[in-house]
Structures are given as structure tokens and as C-alpha cells.
């Protein structure tokens, strides 16, 4: 079946520590987002990409590195130089051709740190 | 400055009852969407609409391309249609999100 997968689902982190998140689609899409979700916030967007080995620096991308080598996966790493980084990651894919480019989302990652 | 603002933040409703989710953007679009996120997390897409009204089963989406303005609506509400609804314009490269109305429909 055609889909995005991201794991883990539930990833426990101690301060100080880099971690990475995985992102995999298989539904040929060019374009890979990374999203933060907060609680009473709108999802914001960390990194996107539109190409492989081409990345851009979305909203709040300090203390966060990606990294397109595969069309198919977009990994995304929280470094120790993001202050808070206890939240809920998504992410999404998209193609670009045509007006109106629907996104599908993963399951998301809950990250907490320890 | 939000780019997207939604009403209600929340909503409680009585199973069978008919709801109104709202959602006025400030940006220019060719489309907007409606998803929807599960209590665990998942989001999935609804509705992408550029004009006029479309309807799943009892979601009817409408929007207003003038007014920068759109509206879900759930007839019959049931229990399982609780969960965050969320709107998301397309601009440029990015999607600007609305912060989600968390609706509870009560048996």
C-alpha cells in the first residue's frame, strides 16, 4: 500500500542528545515536509524539500537538520541546540505538479525529553 | 499574525446534532483544505476545495474565495466524528495552518 511511515511512534530522549527521526514515502511524491505540532498551536513547518539533495528552512528551523539523499526518505534530526524540543512530529509529502497539492501526512513521532 | 484563524477552538455537541467548523484566511490561495487528526496523531485529508461546496457523506465543505472564508459542516454528528479539525492553505511553497478545532460529540 501506497503511504508516508515515520518511526518511532514514541521516542524518549535525555537532554543533550541528538536524535533522528525517519520519514519514508512511497508514493513517488517530490516535495517531503517536516511539521511541529504543539499543543493549542497550528501545525508549524520545521524543513522542506522539494527535490533530493535540496532543502529549505521552514518557520522554526533552528535546533533542527535534514538531510534528502533518497526521494523516498527525508530523515529529520533534533539537535541538542533545540531548547525544547518536547512535541509532536509530522510529516508529509506532496507532488508538485498541478494547482492544488494535497499533502498526506504520517502517523507522527511524540518526542519527550528526559 | 495568523495567516489562518479557526472557531471554535473547542466544541461539545449531542450526537445527531448538526456542527459548523469556521476557518478565515488573510492569503491569497488556489485551494484550501480540511483534515482531520485522530486522537492518536494521524491527520488525514477531508476536503481540498477552490470554490463552491463539496460533500462526503455527511462533511459538506463551502468556501468563499471573496471573503477568504470556508465552513465544515457535520450533519448527524456522531461520537466518532470527534477528533481536531484542521484548516490549511496553500501559499507558495508552504501550507499555513489553522490551529484546529477539537470537537467532542457526546452519545
Known amino acids: 500500500d501506497g503511504g508516508i511511515t515515520q518511526s518511532p511512534k514514541y521516542l524518549f530522549r535525555k537532554e543533550g542528545q541528538n536524535v533522528t527521526l525517519s520519514c519514508e514515502q512511497n508514493l513517488n511524491h517530490d516535495a517531503m515536509y517536516w511539521y511541529r505540532q504543539d499543543p493549542g498551536q497550528g501545525l508549524r513547518l520545521i524543513y522542506y524539500?522539494?527535490?533530493?539533495?535540496?532543502?529549505q528552512k521552514g518557520d522554526i528551523a533552528e535546533g533542527y537538520s535534514v538531510s534528502r539523499e533518497k526521494k523516498e526518505s527525508f530523515p529529520l534530526t533534533v539537535t541538542s541546540a533545540q531548547k525544547n524540543p518536547t512535541a509532536f512530529y509530522l510529516c508529509a509529502s506532496s507532488t508538485l505538479a498541478g494547482k492544488y497539492n494535497e499533502q498526506f501526512f504520517g502517523p507522527g513521532t511524540r518526542l519527550t525529553v528526559l | 499574525k495568523n495567516e489562518v484563524e479557526q472557531s471554535p477552538q473547542n466544541l461539545t455537541a449531542q450526537e445527531g446534532e448538526f456542527i459548523t467548523i469556521n476557518c478565515s484566511y488573510s492569503?491569497?490561495?488556489?485551494?484550501l483544505h480540511w483534515l482531520q487528526q485522530h486522537p492518536g496523531g494521524g491527520i488525514v485529508s477531508l476536503f481540498m476545495l477552490s470554490s463552491g461546496k463539496k460533500k462526503h457523506g455527511r462533511l459538506i465543505a463551502t468556501i468563499n474565495i471573496q471573503e477568504k472564508h470556508s465552513s465544515l459542516h457535520i450533519t448527524a454528528s456522531h461520537p466518532r466524528d470527534s477528533a481536531v479539525y484542521i484548516c490549511a492553505v496553500p501559499t507558495g511553497n508552504q501550507f499555513y495552518f489553522g490551529t484546529g478545532t477539537s470537537l467532542t460529540v457526546i452519545p
Open positions: 524539500s522539494q527535490i533530493v539533495n535540496d532543502f
Open positions: 492569503v491569497g490561495i488556489s485551494a
